[in-house]
């Protein structure tokens, strides 16, 4: 009697793992099908099924053999087969860092910083040693190098208008409309480097999600090793977005390499950015604060510090009020159901007052303004110059910027300062 059960709860622990190892391995075969990135799943599975049938086909005088596949074939029911499914499904779930573009897949470029908060991972290609896209920045500057330094966010770093702004520099092309956008008049005379010896160059230290707050340490961090000429400000939109979690200024992340290696198993395992979705839903984690990422006194103290960064070290600083369509087409509603703003007309007036604090800031510090957001403002081809968003450019719009650039920077004068970096006089 006790044989014929022990043969049915055999007969029925088989047919389960049958079943179960069945289920995940068309689960593989799909994602197999449809996707690459597959090796982890694919090696829970094979870890199961060849363990399961080692332990199955083991002879042995004991009888808790068929309960250890069992336990396996449960494993499998509840932690690789979910898995499996979300990775079908390309499930993911990032909490703490949240940028102004939807759905970006920020798990599989960016790395914790302890200073920046993000930076790009390595493992992307055309990424430098700064954890920014670009080649090696040559260190220490060439000679005949003019080099211009990009501080910014996705609008930056997305467009070409910096390689194009030098571009443009180097071919020196005649200009055909005079620039409306420069402020400080006194202080703009027509010098900068001489083509038969100089030659500009652009070197971009932006990331997607920046707000002033990391352009303010980004300066701070890489200045010296850059050894700029020139240095273009960009930011705005990321500072007056709602904060999650806490400011920008409050932000703490660590960096070490334990923190590193379970990032990187957390990316890796859907299941675990499932749970933890689930635990936030609970504790509504993911519900922004009352507050932007970065105040408005912050965000004017911020610009302040940088522009007397690099003041100090004899270099001229040219501020950039950020342009948007949405003064005419409107603000996208994806912003108000992304919770980066509570309402359309709040994300109009805080961008107004942010580049009102780039303009007053850019005067109080006889720094050079280029009003980007008073000249587009008036262009009848709004549609033509921005993405759908309103906020990212085009390539026409990244041409129009970079021609109000490089008109300006031919009229801002060279560094004070010696070709070792230190200011002279």
Not at 121 to 145: L, T
Not at 216 to 236: E, W
Not at 244 to 268: C, E, P, T
């Amino acid at each position: 009697m006790n044989t014929t059960n022990d043969d049915t709860k055999i007969a029925l622990i088989k047919r389960f793992v049958q079943v179960s190892l069945a289920i995940s391995l068309a689960l593989v075969m799909i994602i197999l099908m449809i996707k690459t990135g597959w090796g982890f799943v694919l090696a829970l599975f094979a870890l199961v099924y060849f363990g399961s049938h080692l332990v199955l086909g083991a002879k042995t005088g004991h009888n808790y053999a068929p309960n250890i596949v069992f336990a396996l074939a449960v494993l499998n029911f509840c932690f690789v087969i979910p898995e499996l499914f979300l990775t079908i499904f390309d499930f993911r779930y990032e909490s703490g860092l949240h940028f102004e573009m939807p759905n970006s897949g920020l798990s599989d470029y960016y790395v914790p910083d302890a200073d920046l908060f993000w930076k790009l991972s390595p493992k992307r290609q055309n990424v430098n040693s700064f954890g920014f896209h670009g080649d090696e920045v040559k260190i220490p500057k060439p000679g005949n190098v003019f080099r211009i330094l990009f501080l910014g966010d996705s609008c930056t770093e997305c467009a070409r208008f910096p390689e194009d702004t030098a571009n443009m520099l180097n071919h020196k092309p005649s200009s055909t409309q005079k620039s409306t956008m420069v402020s400080k008049r006194s202080i703009l005379k027509t010098r900068g480097p001489q083509a038969d010896r100089q030659r500009y160059e652009s070197v971009v230290l932006a990331l997607t999600g920046y707000s002033s707050h990391q352009g303010k340490v980004t300066a701070r961090l890489y200045a010296d090793k850059v050894d700029p000429d020139l240095a273009v400000i960009y930011y705005g939109w990321n500072d007056h977005w709602l904060a999650y979690g806490a400011i920008d200024s409050a932000q703490v992340v660590r960096d070490n390499r334990l923190r590193l290696f379970s990032y990187g198993f957390y990316q890796k395992v859907r299941l675990l950015q499932a749970f933890r979705k689930g635990y936030h839903f609970i504790i509504s984690a993911d519900k922004p604060l009352d507050q932007v990422r970065v105040q408005e006194q912050e965000y004017r103290q911020n610009l302040v510090d940088m522009a007397l960064l690099f003041q100090k070290k004899g270099v001229p600083v040219l501020f950039v009020t950020a342009p948007t369509a949405h003064y005419q087409l409107g603000v996208p509603d994806y912003l108000i159901e992304k919770n980066f703003v509570k309402d359309k007309q709040t994300a109009v007036a805080l961008h107004q007052q942010y580049n009102q604090i780039v303009r007053e800031v850019a005067e109080n510090t006889s720094s050079v303004l280029v009003d980007l957001e008073k000249e587009f403002n008036s262009k009848e081809n709004i549609a033509d110059i921005f993405m759908e968003d309103g906020i990212h450019f085009t390539p026409v719009g990244s041409q129009a910027v970079a021609t109000s650039l490089a008109n300006t920077i031919r009229k801002v004068p060279g560094p004070t300062k010696n070709r070792s970096g230190r200011k002279s006089g």
